[in-house]
């Protein structure tokens, strides 16, 4: 059959990507939960979020019914509160810290607490803060992902007036357009954007982008400081023999199109293989098993106890019927009239740990091939290299070099986020831009 | 297997859970429900003058997701017609003959009234009387219920008027909302009662509606003080109970021990102070009258566990522990230990004893987790740590006597003893 798309009707697209968190259906079951956190002292929960949320006091908030306090507590910590309660791997920050898992006790549902209090404050349009009166300093923010958006908003509470430069259509980053859309729909990363710039003072220009729209140059100039919050680029080539085939595609382009067209017109294949076996590689599974697509092998070239995704995903992976091989590494992808056919692997074995501190994968010499219609390829995205160079900023590898208080070599340029560190989580990337944001005020001197 | 057998001035029942007089016990249907369940006796709803309740009648304390831990109401006595009362209860007592039926009474305040409520009650086949001296609400306003139990003299001459005419054992309910119990105990018996039980609810106000501003139980807008009882309230109950335990001529009468009891175990912590059975209310109106199975259960594995094969035999072991303050052993010093192994380092010990204890807890800040362990040269043995700590057992509190010798207060004042250096 080969690739093709409007595999499945419009109703089972609408089953396979609504969203998979289930939210609390009343007040009862969260307060509920919240009366199971014990409220720990200078709590590990606290002090496994890269943004510090007060864990115990926003659960004690739900507890008392103090609803809009829980949702300030959060968002005052993290203003994507909302969207990090759903793409947060907190099987292994939050609620992998939680004390009940040392009584091997179920932990609290730390993250489903937290969509409660951050649903009920998006949906209901809560003005949880004020923004100080304008002081006059303009400050241009490179990027509306996670990075951007929390740095703009943490500035402008403070007067600043912020324009936001973004080169696609929506705002949101990699949440609206890197993640599986059935944890975070478009929907609610849409609300997510318009409930953080409602605070004002945020002025966000779309189809902006920097080198082509804008240049650093001009924003150093228009601006008394800039942020760059652009994230990581094009996915990693696997740089093997076959890989200009037809039916070969990366993650990341396969996850944008998902998320930026209707998903009967997304093209999938009968017999799909998946690279890599990180958070993405997952996302772009678990998505070509509910266009339709027949069988999903995922290949992953170490074994799953090194594996960079958390159990949790994988265990979604697996419900959603993929397989998987491991210690296999793709050698070549042998095409038939331009299109991908098969897909030869090596096997591999576990050697010494390299820098990573897990064991390296060995090649053993030995190959097997399979049947394929299309490879996705999820081993990782590379910086915007030639972007970083162009603009004279100091890098490693196209990672944008900063100080401790996220300076760039280049006066008044700050930088955080993925464009920093390679690529992390959401909620890496939402304290980098607070941090951010606390340099660029300690540089303008308020405060 | 234990025996549960009860016999509490000689009415007998199959074990000692009674039903409170309550809204459980107002009618024949309930009642024959609470004995098919299994339950030993009833305090019918007290019978007396004609009344008019109320809508609401009930509100609670909640805590922390749990309910009920303490119940309050505003009904007053039993508002059905006294002829339908009296004929539900012999028809009662002849279908479930093996278990006890008391009828609780609250007379007009004139001994002709009295008198007949008795003999009509005695009529029925009842096998016991108990006089409701303790309602705070609703009768204390016509002089009645606790405003009897409130008055030792009134009470004492209520009293006698009952035992007048009274041929079945009289028991006298007695009021908590007054600071000693143990006047109203000795009058009442001075009176001629056969038995006692305590306590009757605790005047209240369980909270406010924070959008009316009423406090409940809301009726039309207003709310009165009302009866608290359940869950919250049977520290106070036993400690009125130990003090009858203790009063020389209070104890030589039986009690029924009344606040709070919810399982087996708060029924023996009752009887340990000396009380011979129990009655039972909030915990019956929250769950229904199931509850007592668990209760006849638990409490005769317990006493299989510990060798005791009838009631009688621990009924008041717990009263000689109950000392007073200047009698306590100061040399008794006791040293929180925290098992390492058992932390699950939630900080609880640590922030309570250094809030608002005596900073007697180490923390090793790490991450995720911290690591707390005890300044033992600073710790007072308060308890605080091993109350607060979420893990059985991981707290411990170990004893390190300051001095072999038992050494009370007065003894210390005598030598001259240095005071805490705290």
């Known amino acids: 059959m080969g690739i093709k798309n409007n595999r499945l009707s419009t109703e089972e697209l609408v089953a396979n990507f609504s969203d998979i968190h289930p939210p609390f259906e009343h007040a009862e079951g969260a307060i509920l939960e919240a009366n199971r956190c014990i409220n720990c002292y200078d709590a590990p929960c606290t002090k496994s979020c890269p943004t510090s949320i007060d864990v115990p006091l926003f659960i004690k908030q739900i507890s008392s019914g103090n609803i809009k306090g829980s949702a300030r507590t959060i968002f005052s910590s993290n203003i994507m509160g909302g969207g990090c309660s759903k793409v947060c791997p907190v099987e292994k920050l939050c609620e992998g810290a939680c004390v009940y898992n040392l009584r091997e006790e179920e932990p609290i549902s730390i993250a489903k607490l937290q969509r409660y209090s951050t649903g009920i404050a998006i949906h209901e349009k809560w003005k949880l803060f004020e923004r100080k009166p304008s002081n006059g300093k303009k400050v241009a923010v490179v990027g509306a992902g996670p990075a951007g958006l929390a740095c703009a908003h943490a500035l402008s509470l403070q007067g600043i007036d912020v324009t936001i430069f973004e080169k696609e259509e929506k705002g949101g980053g990699l949440m609206t357009y890197g993640v599986a859309a059935y944890k975070v729909t478009p929907q609610s990363c849409k609300e997510e954007v318009d409930y953080i710039t409602s605070i004002g003072g945020i002025d966000i220009q779309y189809k902006k982008e920097l080198g082509k729209d804008i240049t650093l140059a001009e924003l150093q100039k228009k601006y008394n400081a800039v942020f760059l919050g652009i994230g990581v680029g094009v996915a990693r080539e696997l740089s093997i023999p076959g890989e200009d085939l037809e039916g070969v595609e990366d993650a990341i382009s396969f996850i944008y199109n998902l998320r930026t067209n209707d998903y009967s017109k997304i093209s999938v294949g009968d017999k799909v293989a998946v690279i890599g076996m990180g958070m993405t590689a997952i996302d772009a599974a678990t998505q070509s098993k509910r266009l339709g697509a027949k069988e999903v092998t995922m290949i992953y070239r170490r074994t799953e106890n090194e594996k960079p995704c958390t159990d949790v995903e994988l265990d979604l992976a697996k419900l959603d019927g993929c397989s998987f091989i491991w210690l296999a590494a793709p050698k070549e992808i042998i095409g038939e009239n331009g299109k991908a056919k098969k897909l030869i692997c090596t096997k591999m074995k576990l050697g010494e740990p390299d820098a990573s501190g897990r064991r390296a994968p060995v090649d053993t010499g030995e190959t097997f091939t399979m049947d394929v219609d299309m490879v996705i390829k999820a081993a990782g995205q590379i910086p915007f290299e030639e972007l970083v160079a162009k603009s004279e900023l100091k890098n490693n590898g196209g990672k944008i070099s900063i100080t401790k208080s996220a300076e760039t070599n280049l006066k008044g340029v700050f930088a955080g986020g993925d464009a920093v560190n390679g690529g992390k989580e959401v909620v890496d990337a939402v304290q980098a831009g607070k941090d951010a944001a606390k340099g660029i005020l300690t540089y303008l001197g308020i405060k | ?422």
């Open chain 2, 1 to 422: 297997m234990a025996n549960l057998q009860s016999s509490f001035l000689g009415i007998k029942s199959p074990n000692p859970f009674w039903l409170a007089s309550a809204p459980p016990t107002d009618k024949k249907i309930n009642v024959l429900r609470a004995f098919e369940a299994g339950w030993g006796g009833v305090v019918w709803k007290t019978l007396g003058s004609q009344v008019k309740n109320v809508s609401s009648r009930y509100s609670t304390l909640d805590y922390n997701g749990q309910k009920v831990m303490g119940f309050n109401n505003i009904e007053l006595i039993s508002d059905r017609p006294l002829e339908i009362n009296l004929k539900e209860i012999r028809e009662v007592v002849r279908e479930f003959p093996d278990r006890a039926m008391i009828v609780s009474l609250m007379a007009d305040n004139d001994r002709k009234s009295w008198h007949e409520m008795v003999k009509k009650t005695e009529d029925t086949g009842a096998h016991g009387i108990e006089l409701n001296f303790g309602c705070p609400h609703g009768m204390v306003e016509r002089g009645m219920g606790a405003s009897v139990g409130q008055d030792p003299e009134i009470a004492k001459m209520v009293v006698e008027w009952v035992m007048e005419v009274a041929k079945i054992p009289v028991i006298t309910k007695l009021t908590p909302n007054v600071h000693s119990v143990v006047p109203a105990a000795q009058a009442v018996i001075a009176g001629g009662t056969n038995g006692l039980s305590l306590i009757n609810t605790i005047q209240s106000v369980t909270g406010i509606d924070l959008d009316t501003l009423v406090p409940n139980p809301n009726v039309g807008g207003k709310s009165v003080f009302g009866g608290y009882c359940g869950p919250a309230v049977k520290p106070i109950a036993l400690k009125f109970l130990t003090t009858l335990s203790q009063d020389k001529i209070a104890k030589q009468v039986p009690i029924s021990g009344i606040g709070g009891i919810s399982t087996w175990r708060d029924a023996v912590e009752f009887m340990l102070l000396g009380s011979s059975n129990v009655q039972v209310c909030t915990s019956a109106m929250h769950y229904g009258f199931r509850i007592v199975r668990d209760m006849c259960d638990g409490l005769s594995n317990w006493m299989d566990e510990k060798g005791y094969k009838t009631i009688d035999e621990f009924v008041g072991l717990s009263v000689q522990n109950v000392t007073r303050w200047e009698e306590l052993d100061i040399n008794y010093h006791i040293i929180a230990n925290i098992d390492q192994d058992k932390c699950i380092h939630c900080g609880l010990c640590y922030i309570a004893c250094e809030d608002t204890s005596h900073q007697s807890i180490n923390i090793e800040r790490g991450n995720p987790y911290n690591k707390y362990t005890i300044k033992e040269e600073e710790c007072v043995g308060c308890n605080l740590c091993k109350i607060v700590c979420p893990v059985n057992d991981c707290i411990t509190m170990e004893e390190h006597r300051k001095a072999p010798e038992y050494l009370n207060w007065i003894e210390f004042q005598k030598r001259g003893l240095p005071l805490n250096d705290h």
